[in-house]
Nanobody, 121 residues
């Protein structure tokens, strides 16, 4: 199972770092993606990192503000979020795939339960 943590409430312009860990196996056997879903909206891909860390993908809406990284020693993938905006408010999920990297949810077979991020003044 994938487990997300690090969500919370923050003011616009603030920062949060989300963590994704696995209680089942090694995350470095998979490409990992971060997705988010706001109420009434479709799930969207935010960032993804492949196994070798040679490919980092970002949605246009978060480029320059979000950074995805791996820590293989800790079996974790992180999403550092800076300069947060109210429109970043959503439930954030991490997911794993062995189909390569991408920001399409259909590619991902394993999902966490999500962590809520709320950006509001």
């Amino acid at each position: 199972d994938l487990v997300e943590s690090g969500g919370g409430s923050v003011q616009p312009g603030g920062s949060l770092m989300l963590s994704c860990t696995s209680s089942y196996g090694a995350l470095d056997d998979y490409s990992i993606g971060w997705f988010r879903q706001a109420p009434g909206k479709e799930r969207e891909g935010v960032a993804a990192i492949n196994i070798r860390e040679t490919s980092l993908l970002y949605a246009d809406s978060v480029k320059g503000r979000f950074t995805i990284t791996r820590d293989k020693a800790k079996n974790a993938v992180y999403l550092q979020m800076r300069r947060l905006r109210p429109e970043d408010t959503a439930l954030y999920y991490c997911a794993a795939t062995d189909l390569g990297d991408g920001l399409y949810s259909w590619m991902y077979s394993y999902w966490g339960q999500g962590t809520q991020v709320t950006v509001s003044s």
